[in-house]
Every structure is written in C-alpha cells, then in structure tokens.
C-alpha cells in the first residue's frame, strides 16, 4: 500500500471517518495491542521522544490506553470509555505541544509498523486513512 501523509494546515480539522471493522476482525485486539506497542517503541526512540513516557510502568499505561482506543474505535469493545470516560482526545493531549513534524513522525512510524501486515489494501486503507483525518486534530502547535 502506498501511504501518504496530508498535507497539513494548521487549525485545519477534517472529518474523521472511523476505520472498517474488518480491520479488528482481521487483526484482533491482540494484534492491535501489538501495532501499538510497537509503534510507541518506535516513537520512544524518535526525534518526539520527549512526548512520550520514559518510565517503562508510564509508557506500558500509554500504550494500554492507546490500545483501548483503537480497539474502541475499530468497533471492538470500549475498554476506552469503561476506563477513562468518553476519548476528548484533542484535550487530553492539549499540555503537549504537539507540532506539524510530531505530526508527520507520528505517522511515518506508523507507516513502518502497518507496512508489516498482511492485510487487504482496502482494510489497511481505512485504518490508515483514520490515522492520517485523526492526527490533524492532535496538533495544537505551530
């Protein structure tokens, strides 16, 4: 699949459209856990580093929480809301300044962890496609 990162805007907002289903299904929570985890290793070791936990206990809580949401939001169960209540994802991650170049590292990891799965295009095009609508919402930087 061939991955583009948007072109960002700063203020700009687009709507968001929530990745298939299939891509749990197909995945499955434990697979999701996993593209995670991964992804925060990769982060942990990236130029954004500094945004994420350095305590080993903090960054296991993060990527729990991170977990649950994309389980969430891949139509699995809410551990998310059962666990923190309803996402505000924007203002929670408000006391980070999060800049166009977290942005785009954000997602290149991403891009590294997703390019190892072996699933149909159209099903990683929809989770990919959240990814890239979602992450114009967290940058609150210039």
Same mark, same amino acid.
């Given at each position: 699949?061939?991955?583009?990162? #948007?072109?960002? &805007?700063?203020?700009?907002?687009?709507?968001? *459209?929530?990745?298939?289903?299939?891509?749990? $299904?197909?995945? *499955? =929570? &434990?697979?999701?856990?996993?593209?995670?985890?991964?992804?925060?290793?990769?982060?942990?070791?990236?130029?954004? +580093?500094?945004?994420?936990?350095?305590? =080993?206990?903090?960054?296991?809580?993060?990527?729990?929480?991170? #977990?649950? @949401?994309?389980?969430?939001?891949?139509?699995?169960?809410?551990?998310?809301? +059962?666990?923190?209540?309803?996402?505000?994802?924007?203002?929670?991650?408000?006391? @980070?300044?999060?800049?166009?170049?977290?942005?785009?590292?954000?997602?290149?990891?991403?891009?590294?962890?997703? #390019?190892?799965?072996?699933?149909? &295009?159209?099903?990683?095009?929809?989770?990919?496609?959240?990814?890239? #609508?979602?992450?114009?919402?967290?940058?609150?930087? $210039?």
């Amino acid at each position: 699949m061939n991955f583009i990162i #948007s072109q960002y &805007e700063f203020g700009h907002r687009p709507p968001v *459209t929530i990745p298939s289903p299939e891509f749990l $299904k197909l995945i *499955t =929570e &434990e697979g999701i856990r996993k593209l995670v985890s991964d992804h925060y290793d990769l982060l942990s070791q990236s130029e954004v +580093k500094h945004l994420f936990p350095r305590i =080993e206990e903090a960054l296991e809580k993060a990527k729990q929480r991170s #977990s649950d @949401f994309f389980i969430q939001i891949c139509g699995g169960q809410p551990y998310y809301n +059962k666990s923190r209540g309803k996402p505000m994802l924007a203002a929670r991650h408000s006391p @980070f300044a999060i800049n166009q170049q977290a942005r785009i590292i954000w997602l290149q990891c991403y891009i590294e962890v997703l #390019s190892k799965l072996d699933l149909p &295009e159209e099903i990683m095009e929809s989770f990919w496609n959240y990814l890239n #609508s979602f992450s114009f919402w967290m940058v609150n930087t $210039k």
